[in-house]
């Protein structure tokens, strides 16, 4: 039983206008899903992806009035955004540049040529050169040229207080695997890197053990949870049942309609979730038009009036 990658990473904006803007506009993703937050429908829940919405490559906004996040240890700290080759690093970091914000520069971190940056509310992402590995689906109507486009995410970079407690969770509860250490890219700290799957950049937890930090704590330009893949629902119910055999606590299994969710926490308190790969974002509406209208699964769609009045328009 082993989790194939990450699937999709949700954090949150306080400013759903100008994220949207800046993932679809600057960054050239694909609004593959306009949606709401299933548990509060008062808010969006908006999902950017490649061009045919293919799990492993979902950055997802909880639209939440939310003061900035306060940094620190216990949290998912950095998001790997993956695309091809040194010549596309160079043309993100001048277009970045451009557009103002920070911004840092191309370096090699763990063997990979990296670049650093922020949204415009401070969440930090990183740019990583994944070597081409995979298929790629670009977006045909992105800003961003195809050779350059977003390819999917991964790694995903955690700061805890307890790295051992972390680690026997990761390896001994969900199979992953201890690959390698390397040096924090401010020498502050050891990385270390845990692997699923055939492993590479898309199926990577870099967690840094970070016991002189503050307690993080959720906001605007943080990250709520990170999911990871598994490829059925066969695999899904075994590992709910592991997690209860294990007496983990848990959410129990969720349908969410586009996939199906499994919730709990590790020891460090940082929120996990296991989802399916399927049934899709095309479950409810045609592939080439994903995203143009606001999706509601069935259970939902009764409300239809009232959520919609009581969203702001996104522009």
């Not at 694909?30 to 429908?41: A, E, G, H, S």
């Amino acid at each position: 039983m082993q989790l194939t990658g990450i699937h999709h990473l949700t954090a949150i904006s306080a400013k759903p206008r100008e994220n949207l803007a800046f993932y679809t506009g600057l960054l050239g993703m694909r609004l593959v899903k306009k949606t709401v937050n299933q548990d509060d429908v008062s808010a969006y829940h908006l999902f950017y992806a490649d061009g045919k919405a293919n799990p492993g490559t979902d950055l997802t906004f909880f639209d939440f009035p939310a003061a900035p996040e306060r940094r620190g240890t216990n949290s998912i700290s950095r998001t790997g955004l993956r695309v091809a080759g040194e010549n596309s690093l160079g043309w993100w970091r001048d277009r970045l540049k451009q557009a103002g914000g920070h911004t840092g520069d191309v370096t090699e971190v763990d063997g990979r040529l990296t670049l650093p940056f922020e949204d415009q509310e401070g969440q930090r992402l990183v740019l990583v050169d994944d070597g081409g590995r995979g298929a790629a689906s670009p977006w045909e109507k992105s800003a961003v040229p195809a050779e350059h486009q977003i390819r999917g995410l991964g790694p995903i970079v955690l700061n805890v207080h307890h790295l051992a407690a972390t680690e026997a969770v990761l390896t001994k509860v969900m199979n992953m695997r201890r690959e390698r250490d390397y040096p924090a890219p401010d020498a502050s700290a050891q990385v270390h890197v845990f692997a699923m799957g055939e492993g590479g950049p898309a199926a990577e937890l870099h967690v840094t053990e970070q016991k002189d930090l503050q307690m993080a704590r959720q906001g605007a330009g943080g990250v709520h949870h990170v999911a990871f893949r598994t490829p059925d629902e066969a695999q899904y119910h075994a590992w709910t049942q592991r997690l209860n055999e294990l007496r983990i606590p848990n959410s129990g299994e969720i349908d969410r309609f586009y996939f199906r969710s499994l919730y709990f926490r590790e020891p460090n308190g940082i929120l996990f979730e296991i989802a399916t790969d399927g049934p899709g974002f095309a479950t409810d509406e045609p592939l080439d038009s994903l995203g143009e209208k606001l999706a509601l699964p069935p259970f939902l769609e009764r409300r239809r009036k009232e959520i919609e009045a009581g969203l702001k328009p996104l522009g």
